[in-house]
């Protein structure tokens, strides 16, 4: 998600360090996501109700390891 072009659209948002995340494929998708806000030192929640994978396992590995990362 993070590519050159958004970036520094999230950069230019002085002041805002919350991100909430939804989406499918959690174990691939948004688990990079959250990572790479996460070393931006963005708060990042995630609505686990409105995530998903093809898995349901795979969904709760990754929501296991988000939280642990400090989503």
């Known amino acids: 998600m993070l590519d050159p072009t958004i970036k ?3 950069m230019g948002l002085s ?7 939804y ?3 959690a ?3 948004v688990r ?3 990572l790479d806000l996460l070393e931006l030192n ?5 609505v686990v109700d409105a995530v998903s994978s093809m898995n349901y396992h795979d969904r709760n590995i990754a929501i296991e390891a988000l939280r642990d990362a400090g989503v």
């Open 42 to 46: 963005y708060d990042v929640h995630l």
């Open 15 to 21: 002041g805002r360090k919350n991100a909430v995340l």
């Open 27 to 29: 174990h691939v998708c």
């Open 8 to 10: 520094p659209y999230l």
């Open 32 to 34: 990079q996501t959250a």
């Open 23 to 25: 989406g499918v494929e």
